[in-house]
């Protein structure tokens, strides 16, 4: 008979035919959707978790007063200096502390380059200061003033920093876009230069006063004790040029005394030239 099967009929297989295809294997599908709906069952927990958390937060600083605020990072400012800017602030509730503005009026002090304000639950107000670096002072006239390392010009106050001991005159400033006085770049370069070369000095460090600016590769500096003129100009090379005052200083003015010279011209490479008290010419000098 057509259409039927009997139940010794080996079946296409055992003729050397191919078996049925089934349609309806599973080749992983179903696993991997499971694990695309655990993951994203997963996120939905971790955003529902943060969400809660959040409003909780909120709800929970509603009923927290400030209890303390904590300053750091402040070396060359007293916490009084900060007291006006945080008075009142115990006992109000927290979330009604502004930390940006509150960084803002911070950052507005002169010797404060970055302020950082955090509300904690605990009822403190943590204030985090990164301070100004001083470089020198300088002279505005009859005034003295403090230049930092980026060059702005800032308030006098006692700092003790090994560049404070000396003065520097003749820098150029202008105001720039934060509305605060800053030096010329030129002249910011060669007070730092000078710094480093002091830094390294032998002794030179224990007797430079006052660095002149001037135009014209004409700056000079002076020293403890004496009258005379150091040339050493504008362009740099200071630590070479400081190596060549030490040996005239130990040399030539232990015999001729410290006001024997009236100028010390250091800008050369292989001389260096001065000029005597009462006398008109520019003499080469040999250690």
């Known amino acids: 008979m057509r259409g039927f099967v009997f139940e010794d009929d080996p079946g296409p297989a055992a003729k050397g035919g191919k078996e049925p295809l089934h349609q309806?294997?599973?080749?992983?599908?179903?696993?991997?959707?499971?694990?695309?709906?655990?993951?994203?069952?997963?996120?939905?927990?971790v955003v529902g978790a943060l969400a809660a958390l959040g409003v909780s937060a909120r709800f929970w600083k509603k009923g927290v007063l400030v209890r303390e605020v904590v300053v750091s990072g402040n070396k060359l400012l007293g916490s009084g200096d900060l007291d006006q800017l945080t008075e009142g602030f115990i006992g109000v509730p927290i979330e009604n502390v502004d930390e940006a503005g509150l960084a803002g009026r911070i950052e507005a002090l002169p010797y404060i380059l970055k302020a950082d304000v955090r509300r904690e639950m605990n009822g403190i107000v943590r204030i985090m200061i990164e301070e100004r670096s001083p470089l020198a002072l300088v002279m505005k006239g009859q005034k003295v003033l403090v230049?930092?390392?980026?060059?702005?010009?800032?308030?006098?106050?006692?700092?003790?920093?090994?560049?404070?001991?000396?003065?520097?005159?003749?820098?150029?400033?202008?105001f720039a876009e934060s509305r605060r006085e800053k030096a010329d770049e030129?002249?910011?370069?060669?007070?730092?230069e000078m710094i480093g070369a002091l830094e390294a000095s032998d002794y030179a460090r224990l007797l430079f006063r006052e660095l002149f600016l001037e135009?014209?590769?004409?700056?000079?500096?002076?020293?403890?004790?004496?009258?005379?003129?150091?040339?050493?100009?504008?362009?740099?090379?200071?630590k070479e040029k400081l190596k060549k005052f030490e040996i005239f200083w130990q040399k030539v003015l232990a015999k001729k005394g410290l006001d024997g010279f009236e100028k010390v011209d250091l800008r050369f490479a292989d001389n260096v030239y001065a000029v005597e008290n009462g006398s008109r010419s520019l003499d080469r000098v040999t250690p």
């Open 186 to 192: 030129k002249d910011l370069s060669i007070v730092k």
């Open 24 to 45: 309806d294997e599973d080749h992983g599908g179903g696993s991997a959707g499971l694990r695309w709906q655990l993951i994203v069952l997963f996120l939905l927990v």
């Open 147 to 174: 230049m930092d390392s980026h060059g702005y010009i800032l308030p006098y106050r006692e700092l003790n920093s090994p560049s404070m001991s000396f003065r520097v005159h003749g820098v150029k400033t202008s």
């Open 215 to 238: 135009r014209k590769n004409g700056t000079y500096f002076s020293v403890a004790g004496s009258p005379t003129v150091f040339l050493v100009g504008n362009d740099g090379g200071y």
